[in-house]
């Protein structure tokens, strides 16, 4: 997809991708998430990223929220642990309207107590109910388990002791420290010319003051192998194995994804689910997940099960994984698995919203962005030895770590 980047003085980077459609979207990227907390100091980044929707130094929490909801736009934001984004899509008469908008809540808000103490309580529901979704919570369990004692292991939502410790000066200290100007892309994809992008971006951007303090994240270390049991009362027992895997700057990240998505990736014809739920009818959900980060990864296997099938499942999943180390994919298999990942790709093109999110944050971690021919060029070139030499490297037994919620007993 053809695409345009315009740095403006300040280091902030215009992404511009031209699209004939009646709708746009924009979103502005930040290079700072959860992982770049201070200690004592977990969801932090999340808690400002709520924060400045509620006052601007001119608008008011109301304002805001009816800034492009009156003229019929989605406004959204969320935070990783590596990102904060705020993401819109709107008619494209309205273009102006969201640049000058997110210029407003990102660089102007000013964080009244009031509403910290507001949102704060909101905050704390959200821990709570997402607490009470053991399918849910477990992943974070379990990455806190992965990377203990690293800022990469906190819940992105924080707990309850450090929300409701957060002061203002955490807020303003935090912004300062991780706003940083040439780590922030605002991106634009709609029926627009360049000029007319760089343009409205230079009105609203260009007198944002520079910011570009040092920072360096630590990378996390491998920690030795574990095996966790947590029980809660619950109905069914939740499991996961994973282990620390491939950045997003290493080359071997490829061949775990495609691997990845053939294994228990997206769709119902993973192997996971085609031998753990479909021949033995053992778990409704079965799935493996990779998350490349900027200087580690994450490979998770996620089930849920009766708590007396917990064991044969793992037998099952443990089977399919000897299998994938000392089986080489015949090259019908893994042309197929080719072409059902290139597929999704390219459907996932489709989610415009999405994309433009995609691409923004390719441009902070890489300074380009590959084109869809590049990627498929890239998923077609894997080997079956190397599918062999990551499934050794990624799954080996002995460093799994194992994290489950299982039912309490009677």
Known sequence: MEYNVHTLSNGIRLLHVPAASA??????????????????????????????????????TNQILNRLESVGADLNAYTTKEYTCVHASFLNPYLDRTL?????????????????????????????????QPEEAINDDFEDMLFAGHSLGNNILGTTDSVQNFTREDVINFRKANYRTNEIVIAVLGNYTLNSVINKGTKHFADVEENTPTKEREKPKNLPQSNTTIYKPIMQAHCILGVQAYSTHQQEKVALMLLN??????????????????????????????????????FSIYFGTDKEKQIKALSLIFKEIKKLKEKPLNELQLQKAKNKFIGQIALGEENRIGLIISMAKSLIDHNKIDSLETVFEKINAVTTAQMIEVANEVLDIEKLNIFTFSPIEE
């Open 23 to 60: 709708i746009s979207h924009a979103c502005i990227i930040i290079n700072t998430g959860s992982r770049d907390e201070p200690n004592g100091k977990a969801g932090l980044a999340h808690f400002i990223e709520h924060l400045i929707f509620k006052r601007t130094e001119k608008r008011s």
């Open 100 to 132: 000058e908008l997110f210029n407003d809540i990102i660089f102007h808000s000013t964080f009244p107590e009031e509403e910290m103490d507001k949102e704060k309580s909101v905050i704390l529901d959200e821990i709570a109910s997402y607490l009470d």
């Open 261 to 298: 998505n053939y294994f228990g990736g997206n769709g119902m014809s993973s192997i996971l689910n085609l031998q753990i739920r479909e021949k033995y009818g053992i778990a409704y959900t079965i799935e493996s997940n990779f998350s490349p980060l900027s200087d580690t990864g994450i």
